[in-house]
């Protein structure tokens, strides 16, 4: 079984940056895909960003540019490297894993306001 724990999040400008974390319990170098996805109040949940264990990595189409994952296999840690934040980034973030079975972390908030 593994957890996955985010960090990171809060209240920031537009315009501003937000580097998130996600934290798994055990060994990430394994899973065979972590991302990141994010839901909006009344909205479903979409993928922000994904990364294969191959290190392929793909993005939404709202993201153009401004995010980056990547993933410290020592620290077992995913990231969301966020940039050029707007309000419509306001949203829960999310982070996946698979191995075999999906793992969820318990997300974290993301607010982008003046």
């Known amino acids: 079984q593994v957890q996955l724990v985010e960090s990171g999040g809060g209240l920031v400008q537009p315009g501003g940056s937000l580097r998130l974390s996600c934290a798994a319990s055990?060994?990430?170098?394994?899973?065979?895909?972590m991302a990141w996805y994010r839901q909006a109040p009344g909205k479903q949940r979409d993928l922000v960003a994904v990364?294969?264990?191959?290190?392929?990595?793909n993005y939404g189409d709202f993201v153009k540019g401004r995010f980056t994952i990547s993933r410290d296999n020592a620290k077992n840690t995913v990231y969301l490297q966020m940039s050029n934040l707007q309000s419509e980034d306001t949203a829960v973030y999310y982070c996946?894993?698979?191995?075999?079975?999906?793992?969820w972390g318990q997300g974290t908030q993301v607010t982008v306001s003046s």
């Open positions: 996946y894993g698979t191995l075999g079975v999906v793992y």
């Open positions: 055990g060994s990430i170098s394994t899973m065979n895909t």
């Open positions: 990364q294969t264990r191959g290190g392929n990595t």
